[in-house]
Protein backbone atom coordinates (compact mmCIF):
# COMPACT_ATOMS: atom_id res chain seq x y z
CA UNK A 1 0.00 0.00 0.00
CA UNK A 2 1.53 3.18 -0.68
CA UNK A 3 2.50 5.62 2.01
CA UNK A 4 -0.17 7.81 3.53
CA UNK A 5 -0.14 10.45 5.88
CA UNK A 6 -2.84 12.19 8.76
CA UNK A 7 -6.33 10.38 9.47
CA UNK A 8 -8.11 11.00 6.79
CA UNK A 9 -5.87 9.08 4.87
CA UNK A 10 -5.55 6.19 6.99
CA UNK A 11 -9.21 5.60 7.29
CA UNK A 12 -8.90 5.60 3.32
CA UNK A 13 -5.72 3.48 3.15
CA UNK A 14 -7.51 1.28 5.64
CA UNK A 15 -11.01 1.44 3.64
CA UNK A 16 -9.07 0.39 0.65
CA UNK A 17 -7.60 -2.66 2.06
CA UNK A 18 -10.76 -4.39 3.24
CA UNK A 19 -11.86 -3.19 -0.41
CA UNK A 20 -9.23 -5.12 -2.22
CA UNK A 21 -9.22 -8.27 -0.10
CA UNK A 22 -13.22 -8.77 -0.33
CA UNK A 23 -12.42 -8.94 -4.69
CA UNK A 24 -11.04 -12.37 -3.49
CA UNK A 25 -14.18 -13.50 -1.89
CA UNK A 26 -14.64 -16.24 -3.96
CA UNK A 27 -11.82 -18.43 -2.90
CA UNK A 28 -13.41 -18.94 0.66
CA UNK A 29 -16.99 -17.28 -0.14
CA UNK A 30 -15.52 -14.55 2.33
CA UNK A 31 -13.22 -11.69 2.36
CA UNK A 32 -10.18 -12.94 2.62
CA UNK A 33 -8.64 -11.25 6.25
CA UNK A 34 -6.21 -7.87 6.42
CA UNK A 35 -3.80 -7.75 8.71
CA UNK A 36 -3.80 -3.95 10.20
CA UNK A 37 -0.77 -4.98 12.27
CA UNK A 38 1.47 -5.45 9.06
CA UNK A 39 -0.40 -5.22 5.78
CA UNK A 40 -1.73 -1.52 6.96
CA UNK A 41 0.60 0.06 9.06
CA UNK A 42 -1.12 2.76 11.35
CA UNK A 43 1.23 4.78 13.75
CA UNK A 44 0.25 4.70 17.67
CA UNK A 45 0.32 8.75 17.50
CA UNK A 46 -1.90 8.46 14.40
CA UNK A 47 -4.27 6.35 15.75
CA UNK A 48 -4.59 9.08 18.77
CA UNK A 49 -5.52 12.15 16.30
CA UNK A 50 -9.41 12.99 15.95
CA UNK A 51 -10.84 11.78 12.75
CA UNK A 52 -13.91 13.67 10.82
CA UNK A 53 -15.57 12.48 8.30
CA UNK A 54 -14.17 14.39 4.78
CA UNK A 55 -16.44 16.73 3.26
CA UNK A 56 -18.71 16.26 -0.09
CA UNK A 57 -15.99 16.81 -2.80
CA UNK A 58 -14.72 15.04 -6.61
CA UNK A 59 -12.70 12.18 -5.70
CA UNK A 60 -13.59 11.86 -2.12
CA UNK A 61 -13.35 8.08 -0.96
CA UNK A 62 -16.15 6.69 2.12
CA UNK A 63 -16.13 3.45 4.00
CA UNK A 64 -18.64 0.75 4.24
CA UNK A 65 -20.88 -0.51 6.40
CA UNK A 66 -20.15 -4.48 5.65
CA UNK A 67 -19.74 -6.95 2.93
CA UNK A 68 -22.92 -9.08 1.98
CA UNK A 69 -21.76 -12.52 0.34
CA UNK A 70 -24.06 -13.38 -2.75
CA UNK A 71 -26.34 -16.32 -3.56
CA UNK A 72 -24.41 -17.82 -6.91
CA UNK A 73 -26.10 -20.36 -8.67
CA UNK A 74 -25.26 -20.72 -12.48
CA UNK A 75 -27.57 -20.41 -15.28
CA UNK A 76 -30.39 -22.90 -15.74
CA UNK A 77 -29.28 -23.59 -19.34
CA UNK A 78 -25.26 -24.54 -17.80
CA UNK A 79 -26.99 -26.94 -15.24
CA UNK A 80 -29.09 -28.44 -17.95
CA UNK A 81 -26.11 -29.16 -19.92
CA UNK A 82 -24.01 -30.74 -16.36
CA UNK A 83 -27.13 -32.95 -15.94
CA UNK A 84 -26.80 -34.10 -19.45
CA UNK A 85 -23.27 -35.43 -18.79
CA UNK A 86 -23.93 -36.93 -15.51
CA UNK A 87 -27.10 -38.74 -16.59
CA UNK A 88 -25.31 -39.60 -19.50
CA UNK A 89 -22.43 -41.17 -17.12
CA UNK A 90 -22.14 -45.21 -15.75
CA UNK A 91 -19.78 -44.98 -13.63
CA UNK A 92 -19.64 -41.70 -11.89
CA UNK A 93 -16.79 -40.62 -9.41
CA UNK A 94 -16.99 -37.07 -7.39
CA UNK A 95 -14.13 -35.43 -5.85
CA UNK A 96 -14.88 -32.97 -2.95
CA UNK A 97 -12.69 -30.42 -1.22
CA UNK A 98 -12.76 -27.49 1.03
CA UNK A 99 -15.60 -25.99 -1.23
CA UNK A 100 -17.86 -28.38 -0.30
CA UNK A 101 -17.87 -28.25 3.68
CA UNK A 102 -20.98 -26.67 3.78
CA UNK A 103 -22.54 -28.83 1.58
CA UNK A 104 -22.82 -32.58 3.16
CA UNK A 105 -26.18 -33.35 2.99
CA UNK A 106 -26.10 -31.88 -1.21
CA UNK A 107 -23.30 -34.04 -1.83
CA UNK A 108 -24.90 -37.44 -0.61
CA UNK A 109 -28.10 -36.62 -2.21
CA UNK A 110 -26.07 -35.95 -5.48
CA UNK A 111 -23.92 -38.94 -5.02
CA UNK A 112 -26.95 -41.26 -3.92
CA UNK A 113 -28.75 -40.20 -7.35
CA UNK A 114 -25.95 -41.01 -9.39
CA UNK A 115 -25.43 -43.92 -8.06
CA UNK A 116 -21.88 -42.23 -7.81
CA UNK A 117 -18.62 -42.86 -5.15
CA UNK A 118 -16.27 -39.96 -3.67
CA UNK A 119 -12.85 -39.08 -3.15
CA UNK A 120 -11.93 -36.36 -0.66
CA UNK A 121 -8.87 -33.81 -1.28
CA UNK A 122 -7.40 -33.01 1.53
CA UNK A 123 -8.76 -30.25 3.14
CA UNK A 124 -12.21 -31.87 2.34
CA UNK A 125 -11.50 -34.47 4.78
CA UNK A 126 -14.95 -33.50 6.46
CA UNK A 127 -17.22 -33.26 3.84
CA UNK A 128 -18.41 -36.80 3.69
CA UNK A 129 -18.17 -39.48 6.39
CA UNK A 130 -16.12 -41.98 5.96
CA UNK A 131 -18.82 -45.00 7.54
CA UNK A 132 -20.61 -44.11 3.58
CA UNK A 133 -19.18 -47.71 1.84
CA UNK A 134 -19.25 -45.43 -1.42
CA UNK A 135 -17.00 -43.36 0.10
CA UNK A 136 -12.98 -43.71 -0.59
CA UNK A 137 -11.44 -41.14 1.19
CA UNK A 138 -8.11 -39.12 0.23
CA UNK A 139 -6.91 -39.20 -3.00
CA UNK A 140 -3.32 -38.42 -4.13
CA UNK A 141 0.10 -39.41 -2.69
CA UNK A 142 -1.43 -39.37 0.90
CA UNK A 143 -4.80 -41.35 -0.68
CA UNK A 144 -6.05 -44.63 -0.79
CA UNK A 145 -6.10 -47.58 -3.34
CA UNK A 146 -9.97 -47.45 -4.02
CA UNK A 147 -9.76 -43.54 -4.58
CA UNK A 148 -7.17 -44.75 -7.41
CA UNK A 149 -9.19 -47.30 -8.62
CA UNK A 150 -12.22 -45.41 -8.90
CA UNK A 151 -10.66 -42.61 -10.83
CA UNK A 152 -8.96 -44.82 -13.11
CA UNK A 153 -12.84 -46.87 -13.97
CA UNK A 154 -14.92 -44.06 -14.18
CA UNK A 155 -16.21 -42.62 -16.81
CA UNK A 156 -17.18 -38.98 -15.29
CA UNK A 157 -15.72 -36.90 -12.95
CA UNK A 158 -17.69 -34.51 -11.08
CA UNK A 159 -15.39 -32.38 -8.84
CA UNK A 160 -17.11 -30.23 -6.23
CA UNK A 161 -15.11 -27.34 -4.22
CA UNK A 162 -11.92 -28.52 -4.82
CA UNK A 163 -8.78 -27.42 -6.46
CA UNK A 164 -6.74 -31.12 -6.20
CA UNK A 165 -3.85 -30.29 -7.94
CA UNK A 166 -2.20 -33.87 -8.83
CA UNK A 167 -3.31 -34.61 -12.14
CA UNK A 168 -1.97 -37.77 -12.32
CA UNK A 169 -4.31 -39.13 -9.57
CA UNK A 170 -7.38 -38.25 -12.23
CA UNK A 171 -8.81 -40.27 -14.88
CA UNK A 172 -6.76 -39.88 -18.24
CA UNK A 173 -7.78 -37.10 -20.53
CA UNK A 174 -10.72 -38.78 -23.04
CA UNK A 175 -11.46 -41.65 -20.85
CA UNK A 176 -14.21 -39.73 -18.38
CA UNK A 177 -15.99 -36.91 -19.12
CA UNK A 178 -16.03 -34.09 -16.64
CA UNK A 179 -18.51 -31.40 -15.23
CA UNK A 180 -16.75 -29.11 -12.11
CA UNK A 181 -18.42 -26.92 -10.04
CA UNK A 182 -16.16 -23.88 -7.88
CA UNK A 183 -17.82 -20.36 -7.03
CA UNK A 184 -13.99 -19.42 -7.91
CA UNK A 185 -13.98 -19.24 -11.90
CA UNK A 186 -10.16 -19.29 -12.36
CA UNK A 187 -10.23 -23.01 -10.68
CA UNK A 188 -12.30 -24.35 -13.58
CA UNK A 189 -10.97 -26.34 -15.98
CA UNK A 190 -7.66 -26.17 -14.15
CA UNK A 191 -6.86 -29.68 -13.27
CA UNK A 192 -8.90 -31.94 -15.96
CA UNK A 193 -10.54 -30.95 -19.42
CA UNK A 194 -13.92 -30.02 -18.38
CA UNK A 195 -17.10 -30.53 -20.83
CA UNK A 196 -19.15 -28.29 -18.41
CA UNK A 197 -17.79 -25.71 -15.71
CA UNK A 198 -20.18 -23.88 -12.96
CA UNK A 199 -19.26 -21.01 -11.31
CA UNK A 200 -21.37 -21.57 -8.05
CA UNK A 201 -21.91 -22.00 -4.27
CA UNK A 202 -21.35 -26.01 -4.27
CA UNK A 203 -25.25 -26.19 -1.87
CA UNK A 204 -26.84 -24.31 -3.53
CA UNK A 205 -25.67 -25.22 -7.11
CA UNK A 206 -26.29 -28.55 -6.13
CA UNK A 207 -29.39 -28.04 -4.92
CA UNK A 208 -30.67 -26.91 -8.49
CA UNK A 209 -28.92 -29.32 -10.19
CA UNK A 210 -30.71 -32.99 -8.03
CA UNK A 211 -33.71 -32.07 -9.99
CA UNK A 212 -32.51 -32.56 -13.29
CA UNK A 213 -30.95 -35.78 -12.30
CA UNK A 214 -32.40 -39.37 -13.04
CA UNK A 215 -31.90 -41.76 -10.20
CA UNK A 216 -29.30 -44.30 -11.36
CA UNK A 217 -30.65 -47.99 -11.18
CA UNK A 218 -27.50 -50.38 -11.51
CA UNK A 219 -25.36 -50.74 -8.47
CA UNK A 220 -22.78 -52.53 -9.54
CA UNK A 221 -20.43 -49.61 -9.70
CA UNK A 222 -21.26 -48.67 -6.33
CA UNK A 223 -20.63 -52.81 -5.04
CA UNK A 224 -17.14 -52.71 -6.67
CA UNK A 225 -16.03 -49.52 -4.97
CA UNK A 226 -17.66 -50.67 -1.89
CA UNK A 227 -15.71 -53.89 -1.83
CA UNK A 228 -12.34 -51.98 -2.68
CA UNK A 229 -13.08 -50.21 0.61
CA UNK A 230 -13.48 -53.08 3.02
CA UNK A 231 -10.34 -54.69 1.63
CA UNK A 232 -8.47 -51.45 1.75
CA UNK A 233 -9.64 -51.15 5.60
CA UNK A 234 -8.58 -54.24 6.24
CA UNK A 235 -4.90 -53.72 4.64
CA UNK A 236 -4.53 -50.89 6.82
CA UNK A 237 -5.28 -52.05 9.89
CA UNK A 238 -2.89 -55.33 9.01
CA UNK A 239 -0.19 -52.60 8.21
CA UNK A 240 -0.59 -50.54 11.37
CA UNK A 241 -0.59 -54.02 13.40
CA UNK A 242 2.80 -55.03 11.61
CA UNK A 243 5.66 -54.65 14.32
CA UNK A 244 7.96 -51.97 14.57
CA UNK A 245 11.12 -50.26 16.35
CA UNK A 246 9.49 -49.71 18.83
CA UNK A 247 6.16 -48.26 17.23
CA UNK A 248 4.53 -48.22 14.25
CA UNK A 249 3.19 -45.11 13.66
CA UNK A 250 -0.07 -46.39 11.32
CA UNK A 251 -0.95 -47.52 14.72
CA UNK A 252 -0.93 -44.41 16.41
CA UNK A 253 -3.85 -42.65 14.33
CA UNK A 254 -5.22 -46.53 13.82
CA UNK A 255 -5.86 -47.13 17.61
CA UNK A 256 -7.15 -43.07 17.92
CA UNK A 257 -9.81 -43.35 14.81
CA UNK A 258 -12.46 -45.71 16.87
CA UNK A 259 -11.61 -43.52 20.04
CA UNK A 260 -12.79 -40.04 18.77
CA UNK A 261 -15.24 -38.49 20.39
CA UNK A 262 -18.12 -37.47 17.87
CA UNK A 263 -17.94 -33.77 18.21
CA UNK A 264 -13.55 -33.77 17.74
CA UNK A 265 -12.01 -31.51 15.56
CA UNK A 266 -8.44 -32.39 14.31
CA UNK A 267 -5.29 -30.80 12.59
CA UNK A 268 -2.31 -32.52 11.75
CA UNK A 269 1.09 -31.07 10.41
CA UNK A 270 2.49 -31.41 7.47
CA UNK A 271 5.44 -34.27 7.06
CA UNK A 272 4.80 -38.36 7.68
CA UNK A 273 2.49 -38.17 10.30
CA UNK A 274 -0.19 -36.48 7.46
CA UNK A 275 -0.04 -39.66 5.71
CA UNK A 276 -1.51 -41.60 8.82
CA UNK A 277 -4.35 -38.74 9.48
CA UNK A 278 -4.85 -38.67 5.35
CA UNK A 279 -5.80 -42.09 5.58
CA UNK A 280 -6.11 -44.05 8.76
CA UNK A 281 -8.69 -41.64 10.58
CA UNK A 282 -12.11 -42.36 10.07
CA UNK A 283 -14.26 -39.31 9.94
CA UNK A 284 -17.76 -38.85 11.59
CA UNK A 285 -19.98 -36.60 10.59
CA UNK A 286 -20.29 -33.27 12.60
CA UNK A 287 -16.39 -33.83 12.93
CA UNK A 288 -13.91 -30.81 11.78
CA UNK A 289 -10.29 -31.09 10.16
CA UNK A 290 -8.02 -29.06 8.90
CA UNK A 291 -4.18 -29.19 8.00
CA UNK A 292 -1.73 -26.60 5.71
CA UNK A 293 -3.31 -28.19 2.76
CA UNK A 294 -2.06 -25.52 0.19
CA UNK A 295 1.46 -24.67 1.66
CA UNK A 296 2.05 -27.95 2.75
CA UNK A 297 3.63 -25.73 5.96
CA UNK A 298 5.07 -27.14 8.61
CA UNK A 299 4.32 -26.22 12.14
CA UNK A 300 0.48 -25.50 11.74
CA UNK A 301 -0.81 -27.95 13.80
CA UNK A 302 -0.79 -26.77 17.18
CA UNK A 303 -1.54 -23.23 16.03
CA UNK A 304 -4.54 -24.61 14.38
CA UNK A 305 -5.67 -26.67 17.17
CA UNK A 306 -5.60 -23.49 19.50
CA UNK A 307 -7.30 -21.80 17.53
CA UNK A 308 -9.80 -24.26 17.12
CA UNK A 309 -10.10 -24.86 20.74
CA UNK A 310 -10.96 -21.05 21.41
CA UNK A 311 -13.14 -21.24 18.66
CA UNK A 312 -15.13 -24.31 20.13
CA UNK A 313 -14.27 -24.17 23.71
CA UNK A 314 -16.82 -26.82 24.46
CA UNK A 315 -15.37 -29.22 21.80
CA UNK A 316 -11.88 -32.05 21.91
CA UNK A 317 -9.07 -31.04 19.87
CA UNK A 318 -6.27 -33.15 18.77
CA UNK A 319 -3.52 -32.42 16.98
CA UNK A 320 -0.66 -34.45 14.88
CA UNK A 321 2.58 -33.47 14.81
CA UNK A 322 6.32 -34.83 13.97
CA UNK A 323 8.74 -33.98 15.72
CA UNK A 324 10.26 -31.58 13.06
CA UNK A 325 7.29 -29.65 13.29
CA UNK A 326 7.77 -29.96 16.76
CA UNK A 327 10.82 -28.47 17.37
CA UNK A 328 10.31 -25.57 14.84
CA UNK A 329 7.52 -23.77 16.57
CA UNK A 330 5.02 -25.78 18.05
CA UNK A 331 6.93 -26.61 21.09
CA UNK A 332 7.06 -23.29 21.88
CA UNK A 333 3.09 -22.44 21.32
CA UNK A 334 2.30 -25.29 24.01
CA UNK A 335 3.46 -22.28 26.10
CA UNK A 336 0.18 -20.16 24.79
CA UNK A 337 -1.93 -23.56 25.79
CA UNK A 338 -0.46 -23.41 29.05
CA UNK A 339 -1.80 -19.53 29.87
CA UNK A 340 -5.20 -19.71 28.44
CA UNK A 341 -6.24 -23.83 28.55
CA UNK A 342 -8.27 -22.78 32.46
CA UNK A 343 -10.70 -20.56 30.21
CA UNK A 344 -11.48 -23.69 28.42
CA UNK A 345 -15.38 -25.06 29.00
CA UNK A 346 -14.18 -28.21 27.90
CA UNK A 347 -9.76 -29.41 29.40
CA UNK A 348 -9.71 -32.25 26.40
CA UNK A 349 -6.77 -30.63 23.82
CA UNK A 350 -4.39 -33.26 22.79
CA UNK A 351 -0.65 -32.76 20.79
CA UNK A 352 0.48 -36.21 19.98
CA UNK A 353 3.94 -35.79 19.35
CA UNK A 354 5.16 -38.59 16.35
CA UNK A 355 9.26 -38.85 17.62
CA UNK A 356 11.02 -40.84 15.49
CA UNK A 357 14.54 -38.60 15.17
CA UNK A 358 14.18 -37.78 11.42
CA UNK A 359 12.04 -35.51 8.98
CA UNK A 360 10.70 -38.44 7.79
CA UNK A 361 8.40 -37.32 4.89
CA UNK A 362 11.41 -35.80 2.92
CA UNK A 363 13.64 -38.84 3.84
CA UNK A 364 11.22 -40.74 1.92
CA UNK A 365 10.44 -38.52 -0.24
CA UNK A 366 14.54 -38.49 -1.06
CA UNK A 367 14.64 -42.29 -1.67
CA UNK A 368 11.51 -42.62 -3.01
CA UNK A 369 10.91 -39.63 -6.14
CA UNK A 370 14.69 -38.98 -6.25
CA UNK A 371 16.61 -42.25 -5.67
CA UNK A 372 18.72 -40.23 -3.25
CA UNK A 373 19.92 -42.12 -0.03
CA UNK A 374 19.30 -40.27 3.42
CA UNK A 375 21.43 -37.99 4.21
CA UNK A 376 21.89 -37.84 7.97
CA UNK A 377 23.22 -34.35 8.14
CA UNK A 378 19.66 -32.37 7.63
CA UNK A 379 17.18 -34.82 8.49
CA UNK A 380 18.62 -36.01 11.83
CA UNK A 381 16.93 -34.17 14.62
CA UNK A 382 17.68 -34.14 18.09
CA UNK A 383 15.81 -36.17 20.84
CA UNK A 384 13.32 -34.13 22.67
CA UNK A 385 11.81 -35.58 25.82
CA UNK A 386 8.57 -33.38 24.81
CA UNK A 387 6.43 -34.82 27.17
CA UNK A 388 8.24 -33.12 30.13
CA UNK A 389 8.33 -30.48 28.71
CA UNK A 390 4.83 -30.34 28.79
CA UNK A 391 5.16 -31.41 32.65
CA UNK A 392 7.48 -28.78 33.25
CA UNK A 393 4.61 -26.02 32.22
CA UNK A 394 1.75 -27.32 33.77
CA UNK A 395 0.28 -29.57 31.18
CA UNK A 396 0.15 -33.38 31.40
CA UNK A 397 2.77 -35.22 29.70
CA UNK A 398 2.51 -39.43 28.78
CA UNK A 399 5.03 -41.12 26.90
CA UNK A 400 4.26 -44.34 25.11
CA UNK A 401 6.82 -46.42 23.47
CA UNK A 402 4.96 -49.68 23.74
CA UNK A 403 2.54 -50.00 20.75
CA UNK A 404 0.03 -52.84 23.10
CA UNK A 405 -0.17 -49.61 25.67
CA UNK A 406 -1.18 -47.25 22.80
CA UNK A 407 -4.79 -47.79 23.50
CA UNK A 408 -4.82 -47.30 26.94
CA UNK A 409 -2.64 -43.99 25.93
CA UNK A 410 -5.34 -42.48 23.77
CA UNK A 411 -7.91 -43.12 26.94
CA UNK A 412 -5.73 -41.40 29.31
CA UNK A 413 -5.32 -38.59 27.36
CA UNK A 414 -8.94 -38.22 26.52
CA UNK A 415 -9.82 -38.25 29.84
CA UNK A 416 -7.29 -35.96 31.36
CA UNK A 417 -8.14 -32.81 33.56
CA UNK A 418 -6.07 -31.00 31.41
CA UNK A 419 -4.18 -30.35 28.13
CA UNK A 420 -1.90 -33.02 27.05
CA UNK A 421 1.20 -33.85 24.86
CA UNK A 422 1.03 -37.68 24.18
CA UNK A 423 4.59 -38.29 22.88
CA UNK A 424 4.86 -41.76 20.84
CA UNK A 425 8.19 -43.73 19.80
CA UNK A 426 7.78 -44.13 16.40
CA UNK A 427 9.56 -46.23 13.69
CA UNK A 428 11.30 -43.69 11.25
CA UNK A 429 11.86 -47.01 8.62
CA UNK A 430 7.96 -47.77 8.14
CA UNK A 431 6.76 -45.86 5.06
CA UNK A 432 4.11 -43.64 3.78
CA UNK A 433 3.56 -45.96 1.24
CA UNK A 434 1.74 -44.08 -2.39
CA UNK A 435 -1.82 -45.75 -3.03
CA UNK A 436 -0.19 -47.36 -6.03
CA UNK A 437 3.56 -47.68 -6.39
CA UNK A 438 4.99 -47.47 -9.86
CA UNK A 439 7.82 -49.20 -11.46
CA UNK A 440 9.67 -45.91 -11.14
CA UNK A 441 9.11 -45.16 -7.31
CA UNK A 442 10.77 -49.05 -6.97
CA UNK A 443 13.38 -48.42 -8.90
CA UNK A 444 14.29 -45.29 -6.96
CA UNK A 445 14.27 -46.72 -4.15
CA UNK A 446 16.18 -49.29 -4.91
CA UNK A 447 18.78 -46.62 -5.79
CA UNK A 448 18.42 -44.61 -2.46
CA UNK A 449 19.90 -48.17 -1.63
CA UNK A 450 22.64 -48.62 -3.66
CA UNK A 451 24.21 -45.27 -3.06
CA UNK A 452 24.54 -46.30 0.48
CA UNK A 453 21.26 -45.24 2.55
CA UNK A 454 22.59 -45.40 6.19
CA UNK A 455 19.68 -46.95 7.53
CA UNK A 456 19.10 -49.11 4.73
CA UNK A 457 18.55 -52.46 6.75
CA UNK A 458 15.62 -51.07 8.60
CA UNK A 459 14.41 -49.37 4.91
CA UNK A 460 14.07 -52.67 3.22
CA UNK A 461 12.63 -54.60 5.98
CA UNK A 462 10.36 -51.69 6.61
CA UNK A 463 9.44 -51.64 3.04
CA UNK A 464 8.84 -55.18 2.46
CA UNK A 465 6.57 -55.43 5.18
CA UNK A 466 4.55 -52.97 3.95
CA UNK A 467 4.57 -53.81 0.38
CA UNK A 468 3.90 -57.75 0.94
CA UNK A 469 1.00 -56.71 3.19
CA UNK A 470 -1.06 -55.89 -0.02
CA UNK A 471 0.18 -58.60 -1.72
CA UNK A 472 0.12 -61.63 0.38
CA UNK A 473 -2.94 -64.43 -0.91
CA UNK A 474 -5.81 -63.24 0.83
CA UNK A 475 -5.69 -59.80 -0.31
CA UNK A 476 -5.39 -61.19 -3.99
CA UNK A 477 -8.59 -60.29 -5.95
CA UNK A 478 -9.12 -57.28 -4.43
Known sequence: MPHRNGPDAQARTSSTSFRTSSRMWPWLARPRPVSIGSSV????????????????????????????????VPAAADLQRAAAVLNAGKKVALLVGAGALDATDEVIAIADRLGAGAAKALLGKTVLPDDLPWVTGAIGLLGTEPSWKMMNECDTLLMIGSGFPYAEFLPKEGHARGVQVDLAPDMLGLRYPMEVNLVGDSALTLRALLPLLEQKIEVTWRDDIAGWNRAWWKL??????????????????WELSPRLPADAIITSDSGSCANWYARDLRMKRGMMASLSGGLASMGAAVPYAIAAKFAHPKRPVIALVGDGAMQMNNMAELITVAKYWQQWDDPRWICCVFNNGDLNEVTWEQRVIEGDPKFDASQQIPDVPYHRFAEMIGLRGIYCDNPDELGAAWERSLASDRPVVLEVKTDPEVPPLPPHITFKNAANFAKALVKGDPSEGGAIVGAVKQVLAAIMPEHKGR
Open 236 to 253: LEERAMQPATPVNPQRVA
Open 41 to 72: NTPNDLQEEKYEEPARAHGTVHSGVGWCKPEV
